[in-house]
Nanobody
Framework: QVQLVESGGGLVQAGGSLRLSCVAS????????MGWYRQAPGKQRELVAV???????YNTDSVKGRFTISRDNFKNTVYLQMNSLKPEDTAVYYC????????????????WGQGTQVTVSS
């Protein structure tokens, strides 16, 4: 079994910072990519940022220049440093890990964390 455990959410004023962490544990055959999604009330879940096993990153336009995704391969952990937070960043943030299903590393499977609330007050 694989588990993703997130931490670091909370309440912050506009302009403030938060750092989210997500640790993958269990039987792991390798991580293809890890990322963060968010879902605001009444909206669809959207991709925020993703980082591949090779270190390539992608940030959605609305967070470019403010959020930074990083990864510690030895700790199977992904981070999301969020600076200059805005009220529109308020959402539940979900960690996603795209993991290889066995040692052949041909197929992958998506796993999700339980979500962590980020609330930005104006």
């Amino acid at each position: 079994q694989v588990q993703l455990v997130e931490s670091g959410g909370g309440l912050v004023q506009a302009g403030g910072s938060l750092r989210l962490s997500c640790v993958a544990s269990g039987t792991l055959f390798g991580i293809a990519s890890m990322g963060w999604y968010r879902q605001a009330p009444g909206k669809q879940r959207e991709l925020v940022a993703v980082i591949t096993s090779g270190g390539d990153t992608y940030n959605t336009d609305s967070v470019k220049g403010r959020f930074t995704i990083s990864r510690d391969n030895f700790k199977n952990t992904v981070y999301l440093q969020m600076n200059s937070l805005k009220p529109e960043d308020t959402a539940v943030y979900y960690c996603n890990a795209n993991l290889y299903t066995d040692s052949t590393k041909i197929r992958t499977h998506d796993y999700w964390g339980q979500g962590t609330q980020v609330t930005v007050s104006s």
